[in-house]
């Protein structure tokens, strides 16, 4: 069960000090404990490459793609709860509308993760990150998806986990800046994660036909796992080692600001 213990120190008029033990249950608004075993594992995965008025990518949508795939066939994710948005159909209005049903669709025993692989731009006049949607215009910030939006979407999904994955220039603007070391019981606690290719910088999209460094060792490594299950950080410091080590790019992997994180960690747990 999602159980928690706490001692509390108190002290009687003749300062004698009694402790007590008290076990609190990690409970939902409607009253449940988070069941890992119940829960539905959505995935709204985001690939543009080949863009109207921005340069061409290299490989997002493969790398979108493989992302889908190795998630839905090693992993728990159940390919009736997969969006898939890529070229075409990532339209400013597709990624809002498909990020917005979240809120209605996802209950407090689920999780969602969401990987975009595609341009990101940063105005540093409001200091503010953006995807750039296969739509967008070149010089018009107004058609682009601003951080600060999908921020507000995630902070209005009832989730027990969110996981927001982005390989974009520039994805850095969306993170607290706080660490926390790994617990046995992470899973009952609320978590809002994010895991970015690079800070306020230039990544690379890697040559044609490749993967780019930051999904490739994305997927490496949830390929190469063999444990049963394996949360996030995990996932986070293998990714953030291995790209830094290869490219001069850092990725940035830490709870997000200000969305509701209470301390827990998405797991991802292999099928039987």
Request: proline residues 3%.
């Amino acid at each position: 069960g999602g159980e928690t213990g706490i001692t509390i120190e108190a002290k009687d008029v003749n300062q004698n000090i009694a402790l007590r033990k008290f076990t609190i249950e990690r409970k939902n608004a409607d009253g449940s404990v988070y069941d890992p075993g119940e829960a539905k594992n959505y995935l709204l995965v985001i690939g543009v490459d080949s863009y109207k008025s921005w340069p061409v990518l290299n490989n997002a949508v493969a790398d979108a793609k493989a992302v889908t795939e190795l998630l839905t066939t090693k992993y728990k994710f159940d390919s009736a709860n997969v969006t898939l948005l890529t070229n075409d159909d990532a339209t400013r209005f597709n990624i809002y509308q498909s990020l917005r049903t979240y809120i209605e669709k996802v209950s407090s025993n689920d999780n969602l993760l969401i990987y975009y692989s595609g341009h990101g731009f940063f105005d540093k006049l409001l200091s503010e990150g953006y995807w750039v949607p296969v739509d967008a215009e070149s010089n018009d910030v107004s058609s682009y998806v601003p951080n600060s939006q999908i921020l507000k979407i995630i902070e209005n999904i009832n989730s027990q986990h969110t996981f927001l994955v982005a390989d974009a220039c520039f994805s850095g603007s969306l993170f607290a800046s706080t660490t926390r070391g790994y617990t046995e019981h992470v899973e009952k606690y609320k978590s809002r994660w994010g895991l970015a290719s690079g800070r306020l910088e230039y990544v690379s999209d890697g040559s044609l036909g490749k993967n780019s460094p930051f999904a490739q060792s994305f997927l490496e490594f949830l390929k190469n796992n063999n444990d049963d299950k394996v949360a996030v950080s995990d996932l986070v410091q293998y990714v953030k080692k291995k790209v830094t080590e290869l490219n001069e790019q850092t990725p940035v992997g830490n709870p997000l600001k200000g969305v509701g994180d209470e301390g827990g960690e998405f797991v991802f747990y292999k099928r039987n």
